[in-house]
């Protein structure tokens, strides 16, 4: 039988073709053996059942036909928070984690704000916030019946049972209702332009990926939606490409937002805006 040292150094080679292939390899064989991967560093010599060698090969070749790791595992860290993904939701990306970060920054620790979490997907926005803000009241919408299916699951998972799940197309549901905090990580890629790995594209869903014209087609819906939602004094955070910055600031302006600010992430990309309705 083969030991994890052995299984690790063929897959990392078998693997060259990704940007990480070892951290790929151990994630995969830590999910094919049920532990974690620290197990696996702690117990290099451990030796693999061949049923399991089987699985953690099949594995590997679905991650080097480009298929994402987190679909692979039906898992994903969010901050610090497990998330079941599949093909019906996007992969939760450190860089919202950043979005979070702002609209946990300006709720009040005991506050019991009204936070919505627009096209929640996964649900990794509204259960981060509710984990960490429990005396708020979080709404996650979402157009897709089968995202937020996983988003229920996720909440519950966590131990979230307060949120409240409902499907609409950006705010068509929401009828009148109004909320202290908008948070959302729209569809924002341009197809024709996009920087983003082919094989990233091709797995995830359009309906969350696909931004339009130029990637802004959500943004400007939602921005021009959004200030009759929110409370005054309350405020939207939106993530945005790279080069979009420029576009949501105007669209804040037009729609009679102030105080509009952009966030980097620790390379100095900008990645979300922040705006507050008077």
């Known amino acids: 039988?083969?030991?994890?040292?052995?299984?690790?150094?063929?897959?990392?080679?078998?693997?060259?073709?990704?940007?990480?292939?070892?951290?790929?390899?151990?994630?995969?064989?830590?999910a094919?053996?049920?532990t974690d991967r620290s197990r696996l560093y702690a117990h290099?010599?451990?030796?693999?059942?061949?049923?399991?060698?089987?699985?953690?090969?099949?594995?590997?070749?679905?991650?080097?036909?480009?298929?994402?790791?987190?679909?692979?595992t039906g898992l994903k860290e969010f901050r610090s928070l497990a998330f079941r993904v599949n093909r019906h939701t996007l992969i939760p990306r450190p860089e919202t984690e950043l979005l979070v970060d702002a609209a946990l920054e300006r709720i009040p620790g005991h506050t019991g704000a009204r936070v919505?979490?627009?096209?929640?997907?996964?649900?990794?926005?509204a259960v981060a916030v509710a984990a960490a803000r429990p005396h708020c009241a979080v709404t996650a919408v979402d157009l897709s019946?089968?995202?937020?299916?996983?988003?229920?699951?996720?909440?519950?998972?966590?131990?979230?049972?307060d949120i409240s799940f409902l499907q609409s197309d950006w705010f068509g549901n929401l009828r009148n209702r109004r909320f202290d905090a908008i948070l959302c990580n729209p569809p924002y890629v341009d197809?024709?332009?996009?920087?983003?790995?082919?094989?990233?594209?091709r797995?995830?869903?359009?309906?969350?990926?696909?931004?339009?014209?130029?990637g802004v087609d959500c943004i400007r819906i939602i921005i021009s939606c959004s200030f009759r939602h929110i409370n005054p004094g309350g405020f939207i955070i939106i993530e945005h490409a790279h080069d979009q910055g420029d576009f949501v600031r105007q669209q804040f302006r037009m729609n009679h937002y102030r105080d509009i600010i952009t966030g980097r992430d620790y390379a100095g990309i900008e990645r979300y805006t922040c705006a507050l309705r008077p």
């Open 1 to 30: 039988m083969q030991t994890v040292r052995q299984l690790l150094r063929n897959a990392t080679g078998h693997l060259c073709s990704s940007d990480s292939p070892r951290l790929d390899a151990e994630v995969l064989l830590a």
């Open 32 to 34: 094919v053996l049920g």
């Open 44 to 72: 290099p010599e451990m030796t693999a059942l061949p049923t399991s060698v089987a699985d953690f090969m099949r594995l590997l070749n679905s991650r080097r036909a480009g298929y994402p790791v987190a679909y692979l």
């Open 116 to 125: 919505l979490d627009l096209g929640t997907g996964s649900g990794a926005i």
């Open 145 to 161: 019946t089968d995202a937020l299916a996983v988003a229920r699951e996720n909440a519950a998972a966590n131990g979230i049972t």
């Open 191 to 201: 197809f024709p332009r996009s920087a983003l790995p082919a094989d990233e594209i």
């Open 203 to 214: 797995f995830e869903p359009r309906l969350a990926l696909d931004g339009g014209h130029q």
